[in-house]
């Protein structure tokens, strides 16, 4: 079995910071491509930001500049650094971590979500 938990999300006021992590436990081989996406009300989720175990990283265009996501292979972690946030950045936000098990093929796990809240 495999768990994975976000933590971090919260109230923060227009242009403050917040830093999103996710991490996986439980019976894991190896963590490939992890990612950050996100769910507005009334829109649909989409990815914000990803990085390879390659180290490859990709970004939606409103966040480049301003998020930056890395990761800690030691700790099946990944990190969301959040920097000059804007109330448009206001959704819940999601994990997806692409793992092999022991036993089976690469399969993709998601997180049950943050709330992230840029208000003032």
């Known amino acids: 079995q495999v768990q994975v938990l976000e933590s971090g999300g919260g109230l923060v006021q227009p242009g403050g910071s917040l830093r999103l992590s996710c991490a996986a436990s439980g019976s894991i081989v190896s963590v490939y491509t992890m990612g950050w996406y996100r769910q507005a009300p009334g829109n649909q989720r989409e990815l914000v930001a990803s990085?390879?175990?390659?180290?490859?990283?990709n970004y939606v265009d409103s966040v480049k500049g301003r998020f930056t996501i890395s990761r800690d292979n030691a700790k099946n972690t990944v990190y969301l650094q959040m920097n000059s946030l804007k109330p448009d950045d206001t959704a819940v936000y999601y994990c997806r971590l692409d793992i092999q098990p022991p036993i089976g093929m690469v399969r993709s796990y998601w997180g049950l979500g943050t709330q992230v809240t840029v208000s003032s």
């Open positions: 990085i390879t175990d390659g180290g490859t990283t």
